[in-house]
C-alpha cells in the first residue's frame, strides 16, 4: 500500500509546496492547477473548492525537470472555519496539468488524492 501524500496548510499563512510533473508530459506554455474540495464532486465551476489556484511558466523553478515552486498566500484559502476548539479539517486534493494544446494530466492518477490538512491559527491578524 502506497503512502498517502499530504500537504499541509496553517490558515493565514504564506506555505510554499514544490511540484514535480513528469519531464515527458511537460511543454511551455501549459498551466498547472490545484484544487482541494471537502469531497469529489460534479460542480465544474468548483464553487466548493478551499482552494483553487493555478501556476504557470513564471512559477516554475526549473522547466528542465519540470518543477513548480507553488507558492500558496492566506487568501487562497477560502470558506474553511473553524469553531468548538477545532485544530484541522481535511480535505481532498489534487494537481492537473493541462497542457497548451489542452491535453489534461491529473496528479495523483485513478481514484487516489492528496490529503489536504488546513490546520487553525490562534492568532488572525496580519499586520
Keep these: 500500500m502506497a503512502n498517502k501524500v499530504q500537504m499541509k496548510f496553517k490558515k493565514g499563512d504564506d506555505v510554499t509546496h514544490t511540484f514535480k510533473l513528469?519531464?515527458?508530459?511537460?511543454?511551455a506554455g501549459?498551466?498547472?492547477?490545484?484544487t482541494a474540495k471537502p469531497v469529489v464532486d460534479n460542480?465544474?465551476?468548483d464553487a466548493a473548492a478551499v482552494i483553487d489556484k493555478s501556476f504557470?511558466?513564471?512559477?516554475s523553478?526549473?522547466?528542465s525537470y519540470a518543477t513548480?515552486?507553488?507558492a500558496f498566500e492566506?487568501?487562497?484559502i477560502t470558506g474553511v472555519n473553524f469553531s468548538n476548539g477545532e485544530k484541522k479539517?481535511?480535505?481532498?486534493?489534487e494537481f492537473q496539468w493541462i497542457e497548451s494544446d489542452g491535453t489534461v494530466h491529473t496528479y495523483p492518477a485513478d481514484d487516489n488524492f492528496i490529503e489536504v490538512i488546513i490546520y487553525a491559527d490562534i492568532r488572525r491578524a496580519t499586520s
Design 61 to 63: 523553478t526549473d522547466s
Design 68 to 70: 513548480w515552486s507553488c
Design 56 to 59: 504557470g511558466d513564471a512559477d
Design 43 to 45: 460542480d465544474a465551476t
Design 30 to 34: 501549459g498551466t498547472l492547477y490545484f
Design 22 to 27: 513528469p519531464v515527458a508530459e511537460y511543454t
Design 74 to 76: 492566506p487568501g487562497d
Design 89 to 93: 479539517k481535511s480535505y481532498l486534493g
